[in-house]
């Protein structure tokens, strides 16, 4: 059993990644960098990275929500069920009606498919776009006074691996969300006793937002993305916490207060 990890560099499929080499089953990173290699925008790499494989983790670079992904997914699937694989378990996004297209390429696939919806990760404040922000001691984007249940990473790959590896995970959606639904400035505040260091949050527009990504080397359509996910899709459709982690695991999703003392030391100057 082959298992291919899309984007298997990234920041919930390294972790997959991680998982499954640690159980002795065969994996295959799919990324770029690797051999063979896989790109979302180039598909002749696709049939190459898929060459025996029976399970697949989907997720798609750069976003879901962003233009093409329905039908790069779509040709995608169709290609790996003709190629042999046999499990889909997709990582999707809450409330972005373009995922969901994605996830309907998923579930008509013929392909036993597994969704993991899921909310904004806690790992964006230490291993991504945030960082800074927080190393700075200013979170300034574009969100309204919304809370949002920031889940772990962590809890994702586990979820994924018993999809990929175990029983009783087909046919399922589920949605997967942290225990607590926390604003930005919560967010500062939490961050803020834990590390000693004064951070704030600072509303400013989708313009400003786009503007200062560019000056810090973000590509202008990643940036605008972005500051369409924030404005558009953290409007309170997602500010209820689910309990998709137990549902799936039988256990509870992780704390972001367990989360950042866990990782102080990555906001330490």
Not at 49 to 75: I, Q
Not at 82 to 90: I, N
Not at 96 to 108: C, F, K, L, M, S
Not at 169 to 193: K, M, N
Request: charged residues 25%.
């Amino acid at each position: 059993m082959m298992i291919l990890v899309l984007g298997g560099t990234g920041k919930t499929g390294r972790r997959v990644v991680d998982r499954l080499t640690a159980l002795d089953l065969p994996v295959r990173v799919g990324s770029r960098s690797a051999a063979p290699a896989f790109d979302w925008q180039d598909r002749g790499t696709w049939q190459a990275a898929l060459d025996g494989v029976t399970a697949v983790y989907l997720s798609y670079y750069p976003d879901l929500a962003f233009p093409g992904a329905y039908d790069d997914v779509k040709a995608f699937t169709e290609l790996a069920v003709r190629s042999g694989v046999r499990k889909l378990v997709l990582l999707s996004g809450r409330g972005e009606p373009a995922a969901q297209a994605a996830e309907n390429a998923v579930r008509e696939s013929g392909a036993e498919w597994t969704v993991l919806r899921c909310g904004w990760f806690m790992q964006n404040f230490t291993e991504d776009f945030l960082l800074g922000a927080v190393l700075d001691g200013v979170i300034a984007l574009p969100a309204a006074d919304v809370p949002e249940p920031f889940l772990d990473a962590e809890d994702i790959a586990d979820v994924a691996v018993a999809a990929l590896t175990g029983e009783g995970h087909a046919g399922r959606l589920y949605e997967l969300t942290g225990p607590r639904a926390l604003t930005f400035a919560d967010v500062a505040g939490e961050l803020t006793e834990i590390t000693g260091r004064r951070i704030t949050f600072v509303r400013v527009t989708p313009e400003e937002y786009v503007a200062a990504a560019v000056r810090h080397g973000v590509p202008r359509e990643a940036a605008e993305g972005l500051g369409h996910l924030f404005t558009d899709i953290l409007d309170g459709r997602n500010a209820s916490p689910t309990d998709g982690v137990r549902e799936a695991l039988g256990r509870p999703a992780r704390d972001f207060s367990d989360f950042a003392r866990a990782n102080a030391p990555a906001w330490k100057r």
